[in-house]
């Protein structure tokens, strides 16, 4: 009798335990206590950054929300804070629809009118264009409207296939734009504008405006962080989804995704991002952060209070601390 109670207790107390663990590759556990103890470490550190308000809307947003979320190698997704938030996914779209792009047309046909070059200017600064009048990269704003413009299809088509796929990626039907965010970006996004006209002169592209309105659309999808992890552990496994499904398996695009993450996803702060962090990543407006640990897990974080780059800064410090405790760092 007392030995099916001390077993019965030794079994409760190991059921209970083991969700605080996971393994992540090389014999390493990460502890969920871990991951919220960065969050609580680093959560005030939003005083010091600034939520996006050039679109007015984002300016909404609640500057104490932090949120973490891993999808392991088993495609666990683990999770803290304010995982449930939900906002607008912004630049890590243009991930899917560089995606899109390369699958449609090939890498070599979406890069003959861009570059992969890294930058020293801001995501939306104005052109953005190399010397042959070229977008610079598909992560800063210029080439990531010119990469939307390469997806086949008239009037919101494009977006519908980036929705779709992020839908699918996630495993998650009801993700979808946010209409309010959407209207924001598209009544305020002069240098947007002006940066798809400069392409038009330059003959890069011939579609009307509609095709800046895909890009508007694409950029005010919502999602919470926990879709972000499995968007993120998506690229890291080669377009392997979380459930094991290989539908969209292609190693060499989630090689180039990676590349250019690593070279121009936190747009100026990429080069010190890469020593500090040293993974695959990508930064949106609206708060959210993506990294890859290449072949193994997704990671993605959430505050929208912004640093001067236009990365969450609560983000950074989480993934930093994060990324050294478990040395994750691809270097
Ligand atoms: N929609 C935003 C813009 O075009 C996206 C920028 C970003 O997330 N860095 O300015």
Known sequence: MYKTISFLSIAIFYILSTPSTIVCGQNKIIDKKVMLHLVNKHKLAFTQGKVADYIPELGKANPKAVAFSITNENGETWSVGDNKQKFTIQSISKLIALMLAVEENGEEKVFTQMGYYGTHHPFNYFANLDHNGRPLNPMMNAGAIYTTSLIAGDADEPYQKILARIRYITNNPKIDINPTIYESEKATGYRNRGMFYLMKNYGMIEKEEEVLNNYFRQCSIEIDVEDLSKIAYFIANQGTRYDGDKTHYNKELMQLIQAQMLTA??????????????????????????????????IAVYNPSLDEHGNSLVGYLILKDFVQEYSLGIF
């Open 265 to 298: 996803g936190m747009y100026e702060f990429s080069g010190e991002y890469a020593r500090t962090i040293a993974l695959p990543s990508k930064s949106g407006v609206g708060g959210g952060i993506i990294a890859t640990v290449p072949n193994k897990i997704g």
